[in-house]
């Protein structure tokens, strides 16, 4: 079983930063992908940022240049620092994984980015 614990998130006017972190925990996991999704009311779950093995990060046009993922090669930790944030950024932030022993999607509870104008 994994577990992803997220924490960060929070409200903040616009330009601002904030920072999220997402740590996955499980007997013995070996995590091979880790990202950050999110969703607002009405609207289906939209990819943000994604890294692989520590190596290739993929990052949303609408974030790009604002947003940096960072995560150790094959750690089971990632962070991501939001700069320069706009009231479309406001939403639910969930954090997703695989691991190399299953094909299964695991995802964290959500966290919540408020972007006041």
């Known amino acids: 079983q994994v577990q992803l614990w997220e924490s960060g998130g929070g409200l903040v006017q616009t330009g601002g930063s904030l920072n999220l972190s997402c740590v996955a925990s499980?007997?013995?996991?070996?995590?091979?992908?880790m990202a950050w999704y999110r969703q607002t009311p009405g609207k289906s779950r939209e990819l943000v940022a994604s890294?692989?093995?520590?190596?290739?990060?993929y990052y949303a046009d609408t974030v790009k240049g604002r947003f940096t993922l960072s995560r150790e090669k094959f750690d089971n930790a990632m962070y991501m620092r939001m700069n320069n944030l706009r009231p479309d950024d406001t939403a639910v932030y969930y954090c997703?994984?695989?691991?190399?022993?299953?094909?299964?999607?695991?995802w964290g509870q959500g966290i919540q980015v408020t972007v006041s104008s």
């Open positions: 997703h994984t695989q691991i190399f022993s299953s094909t299964a999607d695991y």
């Open positions: 499980g007997n013995r996991i070996h995590v091979r992908s």
């Open positions: 890294t692989s093995g520590g190596l290739s990060t």
